[in-house]
C-alpha cells in the first residue's frame, strides 16, 4: 500500500551546500522532518553540482518518512551564469544588461525541459526567452532560429 503524502514542502538549496540553517532548518522541523538526515542525503545527491541553487520538492509522509525530488536550476541563475552578469537590471524594459543567443538559449530550454509546462524545445525557448527579456537580457537574432 502506497504512503499517504502529509506535506509537500518546495525549497532552493545550493548544490552539496545543504545545511540545518534557514531556511531549511525551520521548513523541514516545523513538518517534522529529520533535518540531518535530508541535508546528508541532498549533499550526496549533489555533490556533482556543488554550489549551483537547486530547487527541491520534498513529500513528507504521516509516518514523518520523506523523498525529495531535485530540479533542474532556475532559468534565471542559467542566464545569468551564460550571460555573465551578477544580477539582472533594474529597469529591464530600459537599461539591458547584457545579451543571450539563441544557441545558448535553446541550450538552457533542452536543460529545463523536464521541468517546464510545454511540449516542445521551441516553446520552451519562447519561455525562457521572456525570462531573458524581464531581467533585461537582450536575445540576439530577433527570432528564434527554426530547425526543422
Known amino acids: 500500500m502506497a504512503k499517504e503524502v502529509e506535506f509537500l514542502i518546495k525549497l532552493q538549496a545550493k548544490g552539496g551546500q545543504a545545511n540545518p540553517s534557514p531556511p531549511i532548518g525551520p521548513a523541514l522541523g516545523a513538518k517534522g522532518v529529520n533535518i540531518m538526515e535530508f541535508c546528508k542525503r541532498f549533499n550526496a545527491a549533489t555533490q556533482d553540482r556543488m554550489g549551483k541553487l537547486l530547487p527541491v520538492q520534498i513529500s513528507v509522509y504521516k509516518d514523518k518518512s520523506f523523498e525529495f525530488v531535485i530540479k533542474t536550476p532556475p532559468a534565471a541563475i542559467q542566464l545569468m551564469e551564460v550571460s555573465k552578469q551578477k544580477k539582472g537590471s533594474a529597469e529591464p524594459n530600459r537599461i539591458k544588461v547584457g545579451t543571450v543567443t539563441w544557441d545558448q538559449v535553446r541550450a538552457i530550454a533542452e536543460?529545463?525541459?523536464?521541468?517546464l509546462n510545454c511540449f516542445t524545445v521551441d516553446s520552451a525557448m519562447?519561455?525562457?526567452?521572456?525570462?531573458?527579456?524581464?531581467?533585461?537580457?537582450?536575445v540576439q537574432g530577433g527570432t528564434p532560429p527554426v530547425k526543422a
Do not use: I
Open 126 to 138: 519562447k519561455m525562457v526567452a521572456g525570462t531573458a527579456r524581464s531581467m533585461g537580457l537582450k
Open 111 to 115: 536543460d529545463k525541459m523536464a521541468d
